[in-house]
């Protein structure tokens, strides 16, 4: 059974380091993409990013580029996404997605990791 | 960035009833990479059609999805109950519509 589990909600204050995972399992992780999408409180989704886990080729939306990182590791079938320096605006849902290309729908979803970030 | 528009914004309907949803391009969008989710409160959005008419696995074939280049729609006949929720069409790898809210009148 394919499954993308999510790590748990965080609270974070401005200016701290944070990152998520999404954890794959029952296929073969390296070779679909992983896809995160952002959600925040009460508004629609957002297309954040994309990474392949095979070699870790990563594409970024021109709105998250420079404001986080995407990665993977192959070894523990896990991908991330991370921020250095958390803004309150970055307070929402993020949810990751299963992807067979890079231009693809998304068929498997995580069930979301909740990122709040207050003073 | 291709811009998608959806509408209506909110749609009210009976169950048994047909919903007609839209989704609309600022600029062509090939019509094998234009996508459906389904997303009801507190869950993670569910694919409902890849490749604009692609129904995908578990979705009944009450669900119908077409168009191409700047228009296309997703179409929900004889409404059930479970098929309340918000609505978001994606261009693939790209960006999403604002979302339709399909709710019970």
């Known amino acids: 059974e394919v499954q993308l589990v999510q790590s748990g909600a965080e609270v974070k204050k401005p200016g701290e380091s944070l990152k998520i995972s999404c954890k794959g399992s029952?296929?073969?992780?390296?070779?679909?993409?992983i896809g995160w999408v952002r959600q925040m409180p009460g508004r629609g989704l957002e297309w954040v990013g994309i990474i392949y886990p095979h070699d870790s080729e990563t594409r970024y939306s021109p709105s998250f580029q420079g404001q986080v990182t995407i990665s993977a590791d192959t070894s523990i079938t896990t991908v991330y996404l991370q921020w250095d320096s958390l803004k309150a605006s970055d307070s929402a849902m993020y949810f990751c997605?299963?992807?067979?290309?890079?231009?693809?729908?998304?068929?498997?979803w995580g069930q979301g990791a909740l990122v709040t970030v207050s003073s | 960035e291709v811009v998608l528009t959806q509408s209506p914004g909110t749609l009210s309907l009976s169950p048994g009833e047909t919903a007609t949803l839209s989704c609309r391009a600022s600029q062509s969008v090939g019509s094998h990479y234009l996508a459906w989710y389904q997303q009801k409160p507190g869950q993670a959005p569910r694919l409902v059609f890849s490749g604009t008419s692609y129904r995908a696995t578990g979705i009944p074939d009450r669900f119908r999805a077409s168009g191409s280049a700047t228009d296309f729609t997703l179409t929900i006949n004889r409404l059930e109950p479970e098929d309340f929720a918000v609505y978001y069409c994606?261009?693939?790898?790209?960006?999403f519509g604002q979302g339709t809210k399909l709710e019970i009148k």
């Open positions: 994606q261009q693939y790898g790209s960006t």
């Open positions: 997605s299963r992807h067979s290309t890079s231009y693809s729908s998304g068929d498997y």
């Open positions: 029952g296929y073969n992780f390296a070779t679909y993409w």
